[in-house]
């Protein structure tokens, strides 16, 4: 008797256990998987994007770039939980602009046919001026004429002497002066000014201090298709006036 009641006591608690594990396996069943997940105490590393999602960049171009973003964990809390996501940011282009040119090759890209204005002195009527540049001996020589075409044309011979920018005017007057470019003063940003200064140098067929020539020129890039020019002319060794040219290119490369 004593073992039938022992038997039917163990089978009672047996269905028992059976029933309360069927319970927790139903409600468990309803629960998604996230907020599982969410509502387990959950460690700094767990909770960390690095450690379940590695970005590899070694092999990529660009910069990594960061930016935050909310992931609410528990909606119970009383914060959001931030994570902090990278991408690979597109590489930039290093883009060559006018000022980054040697002096030499800047002359190079004036290469076209250039329209503007002239004048010889401030509040004196201006004159169309016409001024074409071409490359020439083989990409060695810039020549500029202006006035191309008419008794008034005049030439200038852009070219490097000794790694320096030089020039070779050759005036309607019937003289002709060679000028260097000075040194080019670079700005705070470690870039070099759009300003080029020419001054006279030693002529064997020049005497400065008698002849009549023009003794510096200032040439002010604007952008691409834009630029002043300023002349002046010396007479017995004094200044005697300017020409100022106001260009703008309107054939590229003819």
Known sequence: MKLFFSGLIAFIFFGLCV???????????????MMM??????????????????????????????????????????RDHRVVI???????ENVVTLVERSPFNRMKQLAGRWEGLSESAPGEKSNKIVV??????????????IFPGTSQEMVTMYYEQKGQLTLTH??????RSTMVL?????SENSRPSNTYEFGLIENADL??????????????????????QSWEMFEAGKPSGSYSFALTRVVDKP
């Open 19 to 33: 029933s309360v594990s069927l319970a927790e396996e139903s409600s468990l069943g309803n629960v998604p998987p």
């Open 37 to 78: 997940i969410a509502n387990q105490e959950l460690s700094p590393a767990a909770t960390s994007l690095e450690s379940s999602m590695p970005i590899i960049a070694d092999s990529v171009e660009g910069s990594l770039e960061s930016y935050e973003t909310a992931v609410p964990f528990n909606e119970e809390r009383d």
């Open 86 to 92: 990278e991408t690979i940011a597109p590489p930039r």
């Open 132 to 145: 074409v540049y071409d490359v020439t001996a083989g990409g060695n020589a810039v020549m500029e004429r």
């Open 170 to 175: 050759y005036c309607l007057i019937g003289t």
């Open 182 to 186: 000075k040194p080019i003063i670079v």
């Open 207 to 228: 005497d400065p201090a008698v002849d009549t020539h023009m003794n510096s020129l200032r040439v002010t890039f604007i952008d691409e298709d834009h630029m002043n």
